[in-house]
């Protein structure tokens, strides 16, 4: 502000001393004085960026240099790390350092994991035997009385106080293995839906048949403790668990869960399957019909897993496909599709004629050509045929594509109450293999669609192939909804319960479904953080591409203040995750089961995305055997290739194991306390101080890592006296310095709480809530990997992101090395947690040059000073994020976002360098734009019509139904309930987002800025012995609108509808399960919906073809 005032005094002198040269050239002394103020302008335009520089790199850069000494210093003294590297040093002579075998890591994981995966099998075997002997010996009683534990009902009392029918008395107590829920471990209960009779004989014939799984449910679990839920799922639709629960309704006292539509109850019951849906959507398929419909195809969509293939096709006077880009092809039933149909579904209108020959030849032509091409599942095939009436002649569409090998099943739904087409409705399912049923409500879908599993499963059954099936992953609705959000992702193992009976044989009659659940995390324990490195991992992947266990799963996102389950979670392509693979060879190998390595250069980030490093990761990957999964480890190149090992005497490492600012990582498995009822409650520390002083010998603990953390709890033990010494030297400390911490690979930490709880401003840094900065499953903490990727004694200071700080605070931290030979591993990260203002207090008093200041050898402005009006200060780190600003809401915000012209002249020169990254697990608010916006003008009075016509729908549903089971269902009130406007809603999407990155050879720089009528200057210096850039600007000069700011905003990423077309369609390379079970010789194909001998109605034939010519 001063130079500029400056210049534009000397503008206006120039102009006015010659208009006052022509009007008083007889006043010399008012010559003169204008001469000498030209002069001193004249002098002072030196400093303008035409001529000199005016803010001197020189003084900058003894700045930077005084301020990074200051701070090194600091962080040194407050860290003890020169003790700690001093330490490490020492020990160098008795130590080994060890090149880490991937190979033979991913193989000793994958053997682990087997085994582990092994016991589960031999557990649902178990229970499957004994159902099967179960229902053997049991002679089904139509009028039967039992009463069994109902697990809605149990522990409820009436209003006499008396326990009610199917409850009484249920001992439950909180289990530590079951997620701290109440569970009673000597006794299953039962789940019945709403909608299912709780008292029909059916389930109390199964009720009591398989009260026998519960002495098999408790020795598999005194067998195998590491077993969580076992359970039996019937056919009829109870639903038996253990250990027994209270089973708590919705918010409507309502229980919607069924078994029959679980994935691995499912997957169990069938082979894979590829499905065409037809519908009908002609003009008699008007109202109630049509929601009916919708729901029917909805039901049957549930139905399907990522091992089967869909289409769906509507059909009136022509035929549609209601998505045009899947026209003649199959595309994977994954959730991803599922919800896709669901979605154009809702959308279907009715109009014209229904003519369903047509409809038909084109669903077997899609699945000719699927089996032709080696395309879809390679095992059933089958069309749902959903309409209200069939009045064609389809009888020769059979006979050229289907007979008489009737490969393709068709199922056939009759929608309404009207009977009139019911024969021909039942002729083309019981000509075909398949089945028939009437569909009067919306109550009768559920039962009426479960059908067709029971036939589909007949040759398996009359076979008696038990194929043992592992899902995908999943979220447990149940444990969800809880506070169990540990368990969250689940894997399940199940096998199908047949009936041995002879007399039902060739009705292959299914029993149901016996499995057990793994939770993915307890799987993923089996390979140990610390043997990975501090940037390596291992994850899981399934026959399919799809992601099993991966630490960028990100299966949840934030809707308010809810979290939720994003509809694609369990769908998320290892390709979208490795995104590096542009080639997909890393995928293609896992996914045919192959072993081998793969090396990578990528890019990677931390802190939420906003901080990019780059790696180089070597890929390992196997089979394990006898599951649809394989394993992949990834170990980094540099310090990720070395492990080092060191050794003490229990004794003396047990001493300082047990310092009071002692942790290790309470999630990492060094002894097994999830074994022993008695251990649960353990916490990790507390289990290895057991173990290595006898008192639980019987524990099971992790050796290596016993002797690694022992070793480093010695070799940290000075650190403790260090900082002990430090704080109380009350005289010499620093205000603001908060918290002295390390880590090391072993996932032991210490630290040191300098400032008490009330006075410290990061309240929660490390603590148990603050994950990010603590060892878990999943990662080491962001500041032991950035340090590692820093040099070893340089201190790295960042900002936490805002929404994790409590308040204005700073993170400085360095890698602790160990050299032997010519290899070096990290030991450890060690640092200091400090408030902003210790730093800034020093940055303000070292960039301010005193009034007194000897500037004759300087050349632009002096004495300099950051605190004037026309000069900014900024420090920033190697990403770009301020650390000091005079506005003090400028601190953790992007530089660029501040001043947009100075970071892209940094961008251009090549100081910074901007890194694309890409999120596929992304969610976007929907576009308005897709929404039709024809007859803006009339939207009201349309949004009027739409409710008016919801209300008489669904009044009219209501008293169609007649029962009270039907209005449980409250898919048809959706709508009602989401009146969200379609641009808050969040839906899936791909996002692009940039990070940038410091370019370390360039240690300075500035520049000049043209910005219209102005010129800004800045320079630039590195801090030595840091990570940050001094930055000063000459403020006078606003360039915003030359240059927009440069934000770190993801972008969608927008794909052309034949790019977005190609990208549904594309089929992947995936593993087709083993085993396909689609036919058998003795299968009673008469049993097809209480038909057993149908013919076609010669007379209603007729009468149908006349009715067509009339109308046509």
């Known amino acids: 502000m001063r130079i500029a005032a400056a210049a534009g005094m000397n503008r206006w002198s120039w102009g006015n001393a010659g208009n006052a040269n022509k009007s008083d050239r007889s006043g010399p002394r008012r010559g003169r004085l204008m001469m000498l103020l030209w002069i001193i302008l004249s002098s002072s335009l030196c400093l303008m960026v035409d001529g000199q520089m005016k803010i001197s790199p020189e003084t900058v850069q003894q700045w930077a240099v005084t301020f990074g000494n200051q701070i090194s210093a600091l962080s040194a003294r407050y860290s003890g790390a020169k003790l700690l590297q001093?330490?490490?040093?020492?020990?160098?002579?008795?130590?080994?350092?060890?090149?880490?075998?991937?190979?033979?890591?991913?193989?000793?994981?994958?053997?682990?994991?087997?085994?582990?995966?092994?016991?589960?099998?031999?557990?649902?075997?178990?229970?499957?035997?004994?159902?099967?002997?179960?229902?053997?010996?049991?002679?089904?009683?139509?009028?039967?009385?039992?009463?069994?534990?109902?697990?809605?009902?149990?522990?409820?009392?009436?209003?006499?106080?008396?326990?009610?029918?199917?409850?009484?008395?249920?001992?439950?107590e909180t289990n530590e293995h079951f997620n701290k829920l109440p569970v009673n471990t000597q006794q299953s209960n039962i789940q019945v839906p709403t909608n299912v009779y709780n008292r029909d004989p059916d389930i109390l014939n199964g009720a009591y048949m398989?009260?026998?799984?519960?002495?098999?449910?408790?020795?598999?679990?005194?067998?195998?403790?590491?077993?969580?839920?076992?359970?039996?799922?019937?056919?009829?639709?109870?639903?038996?668990?253990?250990?027994?629960?209270?089973?708590?309704?919705?918010?409507?006292?309502?229980?919607?869960?069924?078994?029959?539509?679980?994935?691995?109850?499912?997957?169990?019951?069938?082979?894979?399957?590829?499905?065409?849906?037809?519908?009908?959507?002609?003009?008699?398929?008007?109202?109630?019909?049509?929601?009916?419909?919708?729901?029917?195809?909805?039901?049957?969509?549930?139905?399907?897993?990522?091992?089967?293939?869909?289409?769906?096709?509507?059909?009136?006077?022509?035929?549609?496909?209601?998505?045009?880009?899947?026209?003649?092809?199959?595309?994977?039933?994954?959730?991803?599709?599922?919800?896709?149909?669901?979605?154009?579904?809702?959308?279907?209108?009715?109009?014209?004629?229904?003519?369903?020959?047509?409809?038909?030849?084109?669903?077997?032509?899609?699945?000719?050509?699927?089996?032709?091409?080696?395309?879809?599942?390679?095992?059933?095939?089958?069309?749902?045929?959903?309409?209200?009436?069939?009045?064609?002649?389809?009888?020769?569409?059979?006979?050229?594509?289907?007979?008489?090998?009737?490969?393709?099943?068709?199922?056939?739904?009759?929608?309404?109450?009207?009977?009139?087409?019911?024969?021909?409705?039942?002729?083309?399912?019981?000509?075909?293999?398949?089945?028939?049923?009437?569909?009067?409500?919306?109550?009768?879908?559920?039962?009426?669609?479960?059908?067709?599993?029971?036939?589909?499963?007949?040759?398996?059954?009359?076979?008696?192939?038990?194929?043992?099936?592992?899902?995908?992953?999943?979220?447990?609705?149940?444990l969800f909804n809880s506070q169990a959000q540990s368990l969250l992702l689940m894997t399940s193992v199940a096998m199908p319960v047949f009936s041995k009976k002879k007399e039902t044989l060739s009705h292959g009659i299914l029993l149901g479904v016996v499995g057990t659940d793994v939770a993915l995390r307890e799987l993923m324990r089996l390979a140990p953080r610390y043997k990975l490195g501090v940037h390596g991992y291992a994850y899981l992947l399934t026959n399919n591409g799809y992601i099993l266990s991966h630490p960028d799963l990100r299966p949840l996102y934030k809707e308010g203040k809810k979290l939720k389950p994003k509809p694609n979670y369990n769908s998320v392509d290892l390709s979208e995750v490795e995104w590096e693979d542009t080639e997909e060879k890393l995928r293609t190998a896992m996914v045919k089961g192959e072993t081998g390595t793969l090396s990578l250069d990528v890019r990677t980030s931390v802190d939420k995305g906003r901080r990019v490093m780059f790696l180089k990761n070597d890929y390992f990957y196997t089979v394990i055997n006898e599951t649809p999964f394989s394993l992949g480890i990834v170990l980094t190149r540099g310090y990720g290739q070395y492990i080092f090992i060191g050794n003490v005497s229990v004794e003396e490492g047990l001493h300082d194991l047990l310092a009071p600012d002692l942790t290790i990582a309470n999630e990492w498995t060094y002894c097994e306390t999830d074994i022993d009822p008695a251990h649960r409650k353990l916490s990790q520390l507390k289990a290895v101080v057991l173990y290595l002083t006898g008192k639980e010998p019987d524990l099971e603990c992790d050796g290596l890592l016993l002797q690694q953390t022992l070793f480093d709890a010695v070799v940290t033990a000075p650190m403790e006296a260090y900082w002990t010494a430090l704080m109380l030297n009350t005289s010499g400390m620093d205000e603001g310095i908060e918290t002295a911490f390390l880590g090391t690979r072993s996932g032991l930490m210490r630290f040191q709480r300098y400032t008490g709880i009330e006075k410290r401003i990061a309240k929660s840094f490390l603590t148990s809530t603050d994950k990010e900065n603590m060892f878990t499953l999943d990662h080491f903490p962001v500041w032991y990997r950035r340090a590692a990727e820093y040099p070893a004694g340089q201190f790295l200071y960042y900002l936490p992101r805002q929404e994790t700080r409590a308040g204005r605070i700073l993170i400085s931290t360095t890698a602790v090395t160990v050299t032997v030979g010519k290899k070096t591993a990290v030991a450890g990260a060690i640092g200091v947690q400090m408030t902003l203002d210790v730093i800034e207090s020093r940055f303000w008093a070292i960039v301010a040059q005193p009034n007194d200041t000897d500037c004759s050898n300087i050349e632009g402005i002096c004495p300099l000073r950051c605190d004037s009006l026309d000069i900014s200060c900024f420090v920033i780190d190697n990403n770009g994020f301020v650390l000091i600003s005079e506005q003090r809401n400028d601190a953790?915000?992007?530089?660029?976002?501040?001043?947009?012209?100075?970071?892209?002249?940094?961008?251009?020169?090549?100081?910074?360098?901007?890194?694309?990254?890409?999120?596929?697990?992304?969610?976007?608010?929907?576009?308005?734009?897709?929404?039709?916006?024809?007859?803006?003008?009339?939207?009201?009075?349309?949004?009027?019509?739409?409710?008016?016509?919801?209300?008489?729908?669904?009044?009219?549903?209501?008293?169609?139904?007649?029962?009270?089971?039907?209005?449980?269902?409250?898919?048809?009130?959706?709508?009602?309930?989401?009146?969200?406007?379609?641009?808050?809603?969040?839906?899936?999407?791909?996002?692009?987002?940039?990070?940038?990155?410091?370019?370390?050879?360039?240690?300075?720089?500035?520049?000049?800025?043209?910005?219209?009528?102005?010129?800004?200057?800045?320079?630039?210096?590195?801090?030595?012995?840091?990570?940050?850039?001094?930055?000063?600007?000459?403020?006078?000069?606003?360039?915003?609108?030359?240059?927009?700011?440069?934000?770190?905003?993801?972008?969608?990423?927008?794909?052309?509808?034949?790019?977005?077309?190609?990208?549904?369609?594309?089929?992947?390379?995936?593993?087709?399960?083993?085993?396909?079970?689609?036919?058998?010789?003795?299968?009673?194909?008469?049993?097809?919906?209480?038909?057993?001998?149908?013919?076609?109605?010669?007379?209603?034939?007729?009468?149908?073809?006349?009715?067509?010519?009339?109308?046509?």
């Not at 749902?384 to 006979?399: C, P």
């Not at 734009?929 to 729908?953: D, E, N, Q």
Request: hydrophobic share 40%; with cysteine; net charge negative.
């Open 86 to 172: 001093k330490k490490y040093k020492d020990v160098e002579s008795v130590v080994k350092i060890e090149e880490v075998d991937g190979e033979e890591l991913v193989k000793n994981f994958a053997e682990e994991m087997e085994e582990m995966l092994g016991r589960k099998m031999k557990s649902v075997k178990r229970l499957a035997e004994a159902a099967e002997d179960a229902d053997l010996y049991h002679e089904y009683n139509e009028t039967m009385e039992f009463d069994y534990y109902n697990s809605l009902l149990i522990n409820t009392v009436d209003e006499d106080g008396n326990p009610v029918p199917l409850g009484g008395e249920f001992a439950l």
């Open 210 to 478: 398989s009260e026998a799984l519960n002495e098999v449910f408790i020795d598999n679990f005194q067998k195998d403790p590491t077993l969580t839920w076992q359970y039996f799922g019937s056919s009829t639709g109870f639903f038996r668990l253990y250990p027994g629960i209270q089973w708590i309704p919705d918010e409507n006292g309502v229980v919607t869960f069924d078994c029959r539509n679980r994935n691995w109850y499912i997957q169990a019951a069938t082979s894979p399957k590829d499905v065409v849906i037809v519908v009908d959507v002609s003009g008699s398929m008007k109202g109630l019909r049509l929601t009916i419909a919708k729901h029917t195809i909805n039901t049957i969509l549930d139905t399907l897993g990522e091992n089967d293939f869909v289409n769906i096709i509507a059909y009136s006077d022509y035929v549609r496909y209601v998505e045009p880009c899947f026209k003649g092809t199959l595309v994977q039933a994954d959730l991803d599709n599922r919800e896709h149909f669901k979605l154009l579904v809702e959308e279907l209108h009715v109009k014209g004629e229904g003519k369903v020959k047509n409809a038909m030849k084109e669903s077997f032509k899609i699945l000719n050509e699927a089996a032709a091409l080696g395309q879809g599942s390679l095992c059933n095939q089958a069309i749902m045929l959903i309409t209200d009436g069939a009045m064609e002649d389809f009888q020769d569409v059979f006979e050229e594509f289907n007979w008489p090998e009737r490969r393709v099943r068709v199922f056939t739904y009759l929608i309404g109450r009207e009977m009139t087409f019911a024969e021909n409705v039942k002729w083309i399912a019981c000509n075909n293999k398949g089945y028939y049923t009437h569909v009067s409500t919306l109550a009768d879908v559920q039962e009426n669609v479960m059908e067709y599993l029971h036939v589909l499963s007949r040759p398996m059954v009359i076979n008696h192939d038990h194929d043992i099936i592992w899902t995908e992953a999943y979220m447990d609705s149940v």
């Open 892 to 1112: 953790g915000r992007f530089f660029g976002e501040i001043d947009g012209s100075v970071m892209t002249t940094l961008i251009r020169m090549g100081m910074f360098k901007r890194v694309s990254l890409f999120d596929y697990q992304a969610m976007c608010k929907m576009n308005l734009h897709s929404v039709s916006s024809a007859r803006p003008l009339l939207s009201p009075f349309y949004g009027l019509a739409s409710a008016l016509k919801w209300f008489l729908s669904n009044f009219l549903l209501f008293l169609l139904e007649f029962n009270i089971c039907g209005f449980w269902h409250t898919e048809h009130f959706a709508d009602a309930s989401a009146h969200k406007k379609k641009g808050d809603i969040l839906q899936p999407c791909d996002t692009e987002y940039p990070s940038f990155v410091y370019e370390p050879s360039v240690k300075e720089t500035n520049s000049i800025i043209k910005c219209g009528r102005c010129q800004k200057m800045f320079v630039v210096q590195q801090i030595p012995e840091s990570n940050l850039l001094l930055l000063v600007v000459q403020a006078d000069c606003d360039c915003s609108r030359q240059y927009s700011p440069i934000t770190l905003e993801p972008k969608e990423v927008k794909y052309n509808a034949s790019v977005k077309c190609d990208r549904m369609r594309s089929q992947k390379i995936r593993r087709r399960p083993e085993s396909c079970h689609a036919y058998h010789p003795q299968e009673n194909a008469n049993d097809c919906g209480g038909a057993s001998v149908i013919s076609l109605s010669a007379s209603l034939f007729l009468t149908c073809l006349s009715f067509s010519a009339l109308v046509s």
